[in-house]
């Protein structure tokens, strides 16, 4: 079975500085998905990015970088310089690798971050 | 573009009254979703279709959940009859053809049932 395990329930910044939210994943597949999702107070799910396992290259994106490492079942989530804006829970997901037609996410529990002037 | 529609936004009801929720996925989609939110069991996945049909019902949690999507541009979630632990947010979510599983969520029904 699947399963994703956000362990940093709650993480308090001060405005500018980085942080880094953890992600740590379990899957038999050889081959799969990772995603994070922002939530904002609103209550909406963002999508912010998908990952295949065959590319452990780390992405940046403006002020957000991830860092997928397949020896450790990680893939975690860097904002640099946080705003207040950053404000939200971010949940990271697991899905088989696409084969023509979707398949589900699992997610984990959420990191909530909260982020202050 | 629009994206993915839900109603009712937010809904009260009384425990054993029916409640349904509807969705439209984004044109074009091939792949629906309805998931849970909790505070106790975080956002789990309720059941999700196909090209309209249902894939995977495991996550429903009982009888009085049930789905149904009669058309490539609709889906309803009902429960009959409600509980107040029925009380969460209920996503929709949809998927297009080649997106690699990326799924686009609505904005959420807010349902309380007391």
């Known amino acids: 079975a699947q399963k994703v395990t956000q362990a940093q329930t709650e993480i308090s910044v001060v405005e500018k500085e980085d942080v880094t939210l953890d992600c740590v994943y379990e899957?038999?597949?050889?081959?799969?998905?990772l995603f994070w999702y922002k939530q904002p107070p609103s209550g909406e799910l963002v999508f912010l990015i998908r990952?295949?396992?065959?590319?452990?290259q780390n992405e940046i994106s403006g002020r957000y970088s991830w860092n997928f490492q397949k020896s450790t079942s990680s893939f975690n989530f860097t904002i640099t310089a946080s705003q207040v804006v950053d404000s939200a829970v971010y949940f990271c997901?697991?899905?088989?690798?696409?084969?023509?037609?979707?398949?589900?996410?699992?997610f984990g529990t959420g990191t909530r971050l909260q982020v202050t002037l | 573009d629009a994206g993915v529609i839900q109603s009712p936004r937010h809904e009260v009801t009384e425990m054993g009254q029916e409640v349904t929720l509807r969705c439209k996925p984004i044109?074009?989609?091939?792949?629906l979703f309805w998931y849970r939110q909790t505070m106790m069991r975080g956002l789990e996945l309720l059941i999700y279709?196909?090209?309209?049909?249902?894939?995977?019902d495991s996550g429903m949690p009982e009888d009085r959940f049930s789905a149904k999507m009669p058309n490539a541009s609709f889906s309803t979630l009902k429960i009959q009859p409600s509980e107040p632990r029925d009380s969460a947010v209920y996503f929709c979510?949809?998927?297009?053809?080649?997106?690699?599983?990326?799924?686009?969520f609505g904005e959420g029904s807010w349902l309380t049932v007391v």
């Open positions: 990952r295949n396992s065959f590319d452990e």
């Open positions: 899957t038999r597949d050889t081959t799969y998905y």
């Open positions: 044109s074009g989609h091939n792949s």
């Open positions: 979510a949809s998927s297009p053809p080649g997106a690699g599983n990326t799924i686009y």
């Open positions: 997901a697991l899905s088989d690798l696409y084969t023509g037609t979707a398949s589900k996410l699992t």
């Open positions: 279709f196909n090209n309209n049909v249902p894939i995977d």
